[in-house]
């Protein structure tokens, strides 16, 4: 575990680095911390350099403060880890959350995302939804700071894929509460109004469907459909996988292979 880098608000964001060659940046979902995604850079360590950073209020980058928890900070923040490890453009892979913060990396710096990879979406919700997941992301943060992280987490964990919940249980242990209270402030602030908003786009994405209601397995069509530069992966959730190493046997081959698609246009495209 590293500083990979500190911001003017003081907070340190931790992480890991492994492997040499492209840079990959790495984003966990919300809950588990990057531990849950090591498996997998391990797995693409051979030929590229994976950078594994702690969402800010996660694992070990602690944030209390519910204003630094928007969405343009973890867009800033992951524009931040790129530059620290001095490099100017990255590959993109995100998990839930961190699928959201890739996704709004590529609309607002195109430049920096050579591709993405967007495992088990967060939905996109209408204004009820929305209401609805305010108020439970909200319940979610008063428990954290009166009765702790585990009660808190009773609220979502009967509802999510059996491989989201047993990375959010195991990583429960390594969080803060008062930072993961915080963190909960992220509902406040909507991502995205409309898939529409998405088709501006043009990173090539690979988008690997979720399986829960959280995570809907039919957005992840819709997606591929919307982004101008979007695929949908033959591989994705379900109740097969358990654990952070069932997940990296069953994405790294899909993801190695799309990267390794995208560098060779990149290749093809300077020689042009």
Same mark, same amino acid.
């Given at each position: 575990?590293?500083?990979?880098?500190?911001?003017?608000?003081?907070?340190?964001?931790?992480?890991?680095?492994?492997?040499? /060659?492209?840079?990959?940046?790495?984003?966990?979902?919300? /809950?588990?911390?990057?531990?849950?995604?090591?498996?997998?850079?391990?797995?693409?360590?051979? +030929?590229?350099?994976?950078?594994?950073?702690?969402?800010?209020?996660? /694992?070990?980058?602690?944030?209390?403060?519910?204003?630094?928890? +928007?969405?343009?900070?973890?867009?800033? &923040?992951?524009?931040?880890?790129?530059?620290?490890? &001095?490099?100017?453009?990255?590959?993109?892979?995100?998990?839930?959350?961190? /699928?959201? %913060?890739?996704?709004?990396?590529? $609309?607002?710096?195109?430049? *920096?995302?050579?591709?993405?990879?967007i495992i088990s979406a967060e939905a996109i919700e209408d204004d009820a939804d929305k209401a609805a997941d305010v108020e439970l992301m909200d319940?979610?943060?008063? +428990?954290?700071?009166?009765?702790?992280?585990?009660?808190?987490?009773?609220?979502? %964990? @009967?509802?999510?894929?059996?491989?989201?919940?047993?990375?959010?249980?195991?990583? *429960?242990?390594r969080a803060d509460a008062y930072s993961a209270a915080a963190a909960a402030a992220i509902g406040h602030d909507r991502a995205f109004a409309t898939v529409e908003q998405l088709r501006r786009i043009d990173? @090539?994405?690979?988008? *690997?469907?979720? &399986?829960?209601?959280?995570?809907?397995?039919? $957005?992840?069509?819709?997606?591929?459909?919307?982004?101008?530069?979007?695929?949908?992966?033959?591989?994705?959730?379900?109740?097969?996988?358990?654990?952070?190493?069932?997940?990296?046997?069953?994405?790294?081959?899909? %993801?190695?292979?799309?990267?390794?698609?995208?560098?060779?246009? #990149?290749?093809? #495209?300077? $020689?042009?």
């Open positions: 575990m590293r500083t990979l880098h500190v911001g003017d608000d003081g907070w340190p964001l931790m992480g890991e680095v492994v492997g040499r /060659g492209e840079l990959i940046i790495m984003l966990h979902g919300g /809950g588990p911390d990057h531990h849950s995604m090591r498996p997998l850079a391990d797995r693409l360590a051979g +030929r590229y350099r994976v950078a594994l950073p702690d969402i800010r209020g996660y /694992g070990a980058s602690r944030c209390p403060d519910p204003t630094l928890h +928007r969405w343009d900070q973890y867009v800033t &923040d992951t524009l931040a880890v790129t530059h620290a490890l &001095d490099a100017t453009s990255a590959h993109l892979v995100g998990a839930g959350l961190g /699928g959201t %913060i890739a996704l709004r990396t590529c $609309l607002q710096h195109p430049q *920096i995302a050579r591709s993405a990879v319940r979610f943060a008063e +428990r954290a700071r009166s009765r702790g992280l585990q009660a808190a987490w009773e609220l979502f %964990i @009967p509802h999510l894929a059996p491989l989201i919940a047993s990375l959010v249980t195991e990583a *429960i242990p990173t @090539p994405t690979l988008i *690997i469907a979720g &399986d829960d209601a959280r995570h809907p397995t039919h $957005l992840a069509r819709t997606l591929a459909d919307v982004l101008p530069r979007g695929t949908l992966a033959k591989a994705t959730m379900s109740n097969l996988l358990v654990n952070a190493d069932d997940m990296a046997r069953a994405f790294a081959p899909v %993801i190695g292979e799309f990267f390794a698609t995208v560098s060779d246009r #990149d290749a093809q #495209d300077d $020689l042009h």
